[in-house]
């Protein structure tokens, strides 16, 4: 088996999930996949997006972590597919952030009741 993180690749904030992730990987001697799901491989994205994401790279490779970057109409189905598809059994996500109308993905992702747990990360403050 193996343990995930599921993360939006230009979040400033992943760090602290990825880094949550492997730790959880590394005491259990396993392999770390870090699941970003985006609706478009080919969007647009600003520059200080592709920093941030090239900063979350440099991190999930020196954490000896795998990248797995798939692209998805429906994030929270995108993240679960790709975890069984890579066999995580311990899938790490932050927390969501309020939403008064529309669910979160986190909150979607325990929705769909996953083949796996769930370890939800507490934001930043």
Request: glycine share 6%; hydrophobic share 50%; with cysteine.
């Given at each position: 088996?193996?343990i995930?993180?599921a993360?939006?690749?230009t979040?400033?904030?992943?760090?602290?999930?990825?880094?949550a992730?492997?730790?959880?990987?590394?005491?259990?001697?396993e392999?770390?996949?870090?699941i970003?799901i985006?609706?478009?491989?080919?969007?647009?994205?600003?520059?200080?997006?592709?920093e941030?994401a090239?900063?979350?790279?440099?991190?999930i490779?020196?954490?000896?972590?795998?990248?797995?970057?798939?692209e998805?109409?429906?994030?929270?189905r995108?993240?679960?597919?790709?975890?069984?598809?890579?066999?995580v059994?311990?899938?790490?996500v932050g927390?969501?952030?309020?939403?008064?109308?529309?669910r979160?993905?986190?909150?979607?992702?325990?929705?769909?009741?996953?083949?796996?747990?769930?370890?939800?990360?507490?934001?930043?403050t």
């Amino acid at each position: 088996m193996s343990i995930g993180a599921a993360v939006d690749i230009t979040s400033p904030d992943a760090g602290k999930i990825v880094a949550a992730a492997s730790l959880r990987a590394h005491e259990r001697g396993e392999q770390c996949f870090v699941i970003s799901i985006l609706r478009s491989l080919t969007g647009d994205r600003s520059d200080e997006e592709a920093e941030i994401a090239a900063r979350n790279l440099g991190l999930i490779a020196s954490r000896n972590a795998a990248p797995i970057v798939h692209e998805a109409d429906d994030v929270a189905r995108g993240i679960v597919a790709a975890a069984k598809s890579f066999g995580v059994d311990v899938l790490f996500v932050g927390s969501p952030r309020r939403r008064t109308i529309l669910r979160s993905v986190p909150e979607k992702l325990l929705q769909l009741a996953p083949p796996f747990e769930v370890v939800v990360v507490a934001a930043m403050t």
